[in-house]
């Protein structure tokens, strides 16, 4: 459903009782009794889970499936699977600069991308009461899953040419499988680039703030925005870079202190994050998961630029007892 998106942050922001946006999607196979294998397989699947999830948490927007292995699958990664876990990344495929220069930028509908594309405009015509975001995976994270993640810290500093030819690849392709995703319908992507958080502010600027806003000013638009997640450790040192690259909101992990953050987000502009998807989501108890949201409004939602959400994707098997305690913990705190 097409919506002025501009609009839909400022009225976020302006909201005496905010809604939670926390990254869910994947705990849908709990509420259909199938398997991670069989939700990403098939696009109806994917987008009656999305409804399911909208009819039972009354969230700020909806997320589609938080898959990054998803665009290193298209360029030629190796895959593993599971029933019960999040698909990942195996192996490297580029390891030169020959390799950098042979790797073809794959087209859209290439792996699963047509699976995932279909499932978001499904989504569209299902979930209407609340904006729909899909999801991708961001430059500097995807080129680390081709090249190899540890691999990626070496060659920011030895193989720097080839890292930056392995980008723009990288960006180039985003940036039309984004486009890809407007044209289903949806009102934006969550751009997931964890990667980059185990970087120095120093690389970070270079290897990955360039490529974000080149994608960021290819895609977005007023009905159409792109929200950036990184869950690194070190985002707070390098918070100037990632407002740097334009992005319309930003979305934080569990490994910072989302209450220091907040003191370096512009007021105009929507923080989310952190509670911690293994520890709380998936490893905590409805009454654990009640006490950490709490907290966290506490200290941040005298903020009206914080939307309160997970840390990252919240696991599989995450209890919905714990996913059913956070939504609540959240309409409590602000009714008083």
């Given at each position: 459903?097409?919506?002025?998106?501009?609009?839909?942050?400022?009225?976020?922001?302006?909201?005496?009782?905010?809604?939670?946006?926390?990254?869910?999607?994947?705990?849908?196979?709990?509420?259909?009794?199938?398997?991670?294998?069989?939700?990403?397989?098939?696009?109806?699947t994917?987008?009656?889970g999305?409804?399911?999830?909208?009819?039972?948490?009354?969230?700020?927007?909806?997320?589609?499936?938080?898959?990054?292995?998803?665009?290193?699958?298209?360029?030629?990664?190796e895959?593993?699977?599971?029933?019960?876990?999040?698909?990942?990344?195996?192996?490297s495929?580029?390891?030169?600069?020959?390799?950098?220069?042979?790797?073809?930028?794959?087209?859209?509908?290439?792996?699963?991308?047509?699976?995932?594309?279909?499932?978001?405009?499904?989504?569209?015509?299902?979930?209407?009461?609340r904006?729909?975001?899909?999801?991708?995976?961001?430059?500097?994270?995807?080129?680390?899953?081709?090249?190899?993640?540890?691999?990626?810290?070496?060659?920011?500093?030895?193989?720097?040419e080839?890292?930056?030819?392995?980008?723009?690849?990288?960006?180039?392709?985003?940036?039309?499988y984004?486009?890809?995703?407007?044209?289903?319908?949806?009102?934006?992507?969550?751009?997931a680039?964890?990667?980059?958080?185990?970087?120095?502010?120093?690389?970070?600027?270079?290897?990955?703030?360039?490529?974000?806003?080149?994608?960021?000013?290819?895609?977005?638009?007023?009905?159409?925005?792109l929200?950036?997640?990184?869950?690194?450790?070190?985002?707070?040192?390098?918070?100037?870079?990632i407002?740097?690259?334009?992005?319309?909101?930003?979305?934080?992990?569990?490994?910072?202190?989302?209450?220091?953050?907040?003191?370096?987000?512009?007021?105009?502009?929507?923080?989310?994050?952190?509670?911690?998807?293994?520890?709380?989501?998936?490893?905590?108890?409805?009454?654990?998961?009640?006490?950490?949201?709490?907290?966290?409004?506490?200290?941040?939602?005298?903020?009206?630029?914080?939307?309160?959400?997970?840390?990252?994707?919240?696991?599989?098997?995450?209890?919905?007892?714990?996913?059913?305690?956070?939504?609540?913990?959240?309409?409590?705190?602000?009714?008083?």
């Amino acid at each position: 459903m097409k919506r002025n998106m501009r609009q839909w942050l400022n009225e976020q922001i302006a909201a005496k009782e905010k809604k939670a946006l926390p990254v869910l999607s994947f705990p849908c196979i709990q509420l259909m009794g199938i398997t991670v294998k069989e939700l990403i397989s098939k696009s109806d699947t994917q987008a009656k889970g999305m409804k399911l999830i909208a009819d039972k948490c009354d969230s700020a927007a909806s997320v589609s499936l938080m898959d990054l292995s998803l665009e290193a699958e298209c360029f030629g990664s190796e895959i593993k699977f599971s029933d019960s876990e999040v698909p990942t990344v195996t192996g490297s495929i580029v390891t030169d600069m020959e390799s950098a220069k042979n790797l073809a930028v794959p087209p859209i509908g290439a792996g699963r991308t047509s699976i995932y594309l279909e499932a978001a405009e499904k989504a569209v015509q299902l979930i209407t009461d609340r904006p729909i975001f899909g999801g991708t995976i961001g430059p500097f994270s995807l080129a680390g899953r081709l090249v190899g993640v540890s691999e990626a810290m070496i060659f920011c500093y030895e193989e720097s040419e080839m890292m930056h030819l392995v980008l723009s690849k990288a960006a180039d392709f985003l940036i039309s499988y984004i486009n890809a995703y407007k044209k289903t319908g949806v009102n934006g992507v969550v751009l997931a680039e964890p990667v980059t958080g185990m970087l120095s502010p120093d690389l970070a600027r270079e290897f990955s703030e360039p490529y974000v806003r080149k994608i960021t000013e290819a895609v977005r638009d007023e009905n159409f925005i792109l929200i950036y997640h990184n869950c690194g450790n070190a985002t707070i040192k390098m918070i100037d870079s990632i407002l740097n690259t334009g992005a319309d909101a930003f979305h934080f992990g569990n490994a910072i202190d989302m209450a220091e953050m907040m003191t370096h987000i512009p007021e105009n502009i929507i923080a989310m994050g952190n509670i911690s998807p293994a520890e709380q989501f998936r490893g905590g108890t409805p009454q654990s998961i009640r006490q950490a949201t709490l907290d966290l409004l506490t200290q941040c939602g005298k903020y009206p630029n914080f939307i309160i959400s997970s840390g990252c994707d919240i696991p599989p098997l995450s209890s919905w007892d714990n996913i059913g305690s956070f939504f609540t913990a959240v309409k409590d705190f602000y009714l008083g």
